[in-house]
Nanobody
Framework: LQLVESGGGLVQPGGSLRLSCAAS????????IGWFRQAPGKEREGVSC????????YYVDSVKGRFVISRDSAKKTVYLQMSSLHPEDTAVYYC?????????????????WGQGTQATVSS
């Protein structure tokens, strides 16, 4: 079972990045996918999640209106489109798989994790 993130990089404030999370080795259709991030010196926090069907999604307040999560079942890939980026969005972003996408993302509910991708917002 594997989750692989990609799409991180360096972007200026106000810019955009699209992160991808590609899944393999498990039944994709039964899992919700969440995105977490960990900034330097801070605890990891839940950012967004998408239900297994893609019908429901949740966002932490700090990214609402700026980030959009979506999933492509044919490609077994979940995307996190990040726009209007702020320096405080700088972090390592991780995707993870869970049975359910809840409004509050809890690490303990997520069984499988990717290795992370670095997103840096700086001028």
């Amino acid at each position: 079972l594997q989750l692989v993130e990609s799409g991180g990089g360096l972007v200026q404030p106000g810019g955009s990045l699209r992160l991808s999370c590609a899944a393999s080795g498990f039944n994709w259709d039964y899992y919700a996918i969440g995105w977490f991030r960990q900034a330097p010196g801070k605890e990891r926090e839940g950012v967004s999640c998408s239900s297994s069907s893609g019908d429901s999604s949740y966002y932490v307040d700090s990214v609402k209106g700026r980030f959009v999560i979506s999933r492509d079942s044919a490609k077994k890939t979940v995307y996190l489109q990040m726009s209007s980026l702020h320096p405080e969005d700088t972090a390592v972003y991780y995707c993870a798989a869970a049975a359910v996408c809840n409004k509050i993302l809890r690490e303990s509910e997520y069984d499988y994790w990717g290795q992370g991708t670095q997103a840096t917002v700086s001028s």
